[in-house]
């Protein structure tokens, strides 16, 4: 079964206010501020996996007194200054001497460290579970970009054979594959199967600045009939700013 684990929690803030609150929980707060919220986990829950979305955060949580936990705390990244969004999946140990949890969350955005999200706890797989459920839409999306990056593919090699040309189809075949990978990374639960988030937000933004680059070929190859020097010129200006910002 899936606990909802929203009650009981208390918040304190650098300046050193503190007050008992329920989760969800939103509040204002200063870009970098240390906000720390802390719980007791009932006895039953020992060895069960905490899952919570968070956003723009870095986070560390403890344990009696000990980290079990981190995420984006010590992550160098190319591009922005937060690891994103991410549904972590946090394994409580089965001996603990109290249970006390103190979760400590920071972010370079004003308002978004004291603003968070719901948690369960549960055993890891129907925590995996639940959250697949939640998300079937999301997961049906990727599916279908991914089928139809497939079938443009084999329509480019179809009209290739038969026509001599692709009409740019296998540039929309490629545009639709990127799509595919940024929807992937942006279920927020890619982490369940590679933990490295700092790679997922480099491929997110390198992922969107491919998207025109494949896109503007099949527009010019597809769609206009008349070739366009402006297009190309546009075109070959993107990849060398592409190029250099990389």
Request: with cysteine; charged share 20%.
């Amino acid at each position: 079964t899936v606990k909802d684990f929203n009650l009981g929690w208390t918040i304190t803030r650098e300046n050193g206010e503190s007050k008992e609150i329920e989760l969800p929980y939103y509040d204002t707060c200063q870009a970098d501020e240390l906000v720390v919220i802390e719980n007791i986990i009932p006895e039953e829950f020992w060895g069960k996996t905490l899952s919570f979305l968070t956003a723009d955060k870095n986070i560390r949580i403890l344990i009696d007194g000990k980290v079990i936990y981190e995420f984006g705390v010590n992550d160098e990244r190319s591009f922005g200054t937060t690891p994103g969004s991410v549904i972590n999946f946090i394994d409580i140990p089965e001996n603990l001497e109290e249970g006390r949890i103190r979760i400590e969350l920071t972010s370079p955005y004003e308002n978004y460290g004291a603003c968070i999200d719901s948690m369960t706890l549960a055993d890891r797989d129907i925590s995996i579970l639940k959250m697949i459920e939640n998300n079937y839409f999301k997961y049906a999306c990727c599916f279908l970009i991914l089928v139809a990056g497939i079938a443009f593919l084999i329509l480019s090699i179809i009209q290739r054979i038969y026509r001599k040309s692709s009409d740019g189809m296998e540039y929309l075949c490629v545009f639709c594959f990127v799509s595919f990978i940024y929807y992937c990374i942006e279920t927020k639960s890619m982490n369940l199967f590679y933990g490295n988030q700092t790679l997922y937000s480099v491929i997110v933004f390198f992922s969107l600045m491919l998207l025109p680059l494949f896109f503007i070929p099949y527009y010019t190859k597809g769609i206009v009939i008349k070739k366009s020097k402006t297009l190309n010129i546009f075109h070959w200006a993107y990849v060398v700013f592409l190029i250099l910002s990389t």
